[in-house]
């Protein structure tokens, strides 16, 4: 059997609607003759002649008053589900966002995301993952719909977006012997330090900025994260040293310092597939994050700090 021709559907429609051949044609931007022709395929398709002389104009057969509804209805519904999807009822959305990010993110941002969310969407939820390493296929395979962290140098397709800066701060316990001494680089590289890294190195951006001033430091014990690098250093004399932005609700009673070297600012971004792009409750999520963890005059200025 052959397939119908669905763009008669909308032509149908206006025939139906309109119950005259002319203003059908105007609608339409066709001419009278095509319209004719288009509704003797009309004909042809339903069996039916749908609309009918009587006097002076048209009127509609039986069969086709059942269908005005019908074909109204499915016209509609085809060009909503053909437009653009820029809009999303937050109200109505019910819907499980997977993030990953490093632990310093959630517990200086999460809250406020959080609340954020729930507030405008009350049937979305979020699931936090650890950022472990900086593969890109969990973001390919849909695993992670949202990633939160540095951006690799290979990433191909993945999009991206920077969100805010972070500079490196040293962190000691209340009552250390830095805190009552001027901090300088020699002073500073003496100390015993916690290192973090995700994959187990010992060497970081810190530690070039030191060997360019003649010193280097000892790396007492290698972490894989903020929050275990600061539960250490809060329970000895050990220095960490970790993003400022990123760890501001987890240095809550230690005593943090500007570095007494030159090092990089880090750039943390956004991070998602093409895929979801355009759908327009991913962009809402972007927005939540983007409004909540962007760059503000929150962070708290340490003088003397002599980062780039």
Not at 109 to 133: C, Y
Not at 199 to 224: K, M, P, S
Request: glycine share 8%; aromatic share 4%; hydrophobic share 40%.
């Amino acid at each position: 059997m052959a397939r119908p021709d669905l763009n008669l559907l909308v032509t149908l429609d206006v025939l139906l609607q309109e119950g005259n051949v002319t203003r059908a044609a105007e609608r339409l931007r066709l001419s009278p003759s095509a319209m004719s022709r288009a509704l003797a395929r009309l004909r042809e398709t339903t069996g039916d002649p749908l609309l009918v002389r009587a006097g002076r104009g048209l009127v509609r057969t039986p069969h086709a008053l059942e269908l005005v509804e019908r074909v109204s209805q499915l016209v509609q519904d085809a060009e909503a589900l053909l437009s653009p999807a820029d809009t999303v009822d937050l109200g109505a959305l019910s819907r499980t966002f997977t993030l990953r990010t490093s632990d310093g993110f959630v517990e200086s941002f999460g809250p406020d995301l959080i609340s954020s969310v729930l507030e405008q969407a009350p049937g979305v939820r979020l699931r936090f993952l650890q950022k472990t390493n900086t593969d890109a296929a969990s973001l390919r395979d849909g695993t992670v719909d949202l990633e939160i962290g540095v951006a690799g140098e290979n990433i191909r397709e993945i999009h991206s977006e920077p969100v805010f800066r972070d500079r490196f701060v040293g962190v000691v316990r209340m009552g250390h012997p830095l805190t009552h001494t001027t901090i300088t680089p020699k002073r500073y590289a003496s100390g015993g330090h916690i290192r973090v890294s995700r994959r187990g190195l010992e060497r970081g951006l810190v530690d070039q900025a030191l060997t360019l001033a003649g010193l280097e430091r000892e790396i007492v014990v290698v972490v894989g994260g903020f929050a275990a690098a600061l539960a250490l250093a809060r329970a000895s004399d050990l220095i960490a040293t970790v993003p400022e932005r990123q760890t501001r609700n987890l240095r809550n009673e230690l005593w943090t310092f500007p570095l007494p070297i030159p090092t990089p600012e880090v750039t943390v971004s956004m991070l998602w597939h093409p895929r979801l792009d355009v759908d327009p409750a991913h962009r809402w999520l972007r927005t939540c994050v983007r409004r909540l963890s962007g760059e503000t005059d929150e962070t708290v200025e340490l003088p003397g700090s002599g980062l780039a």
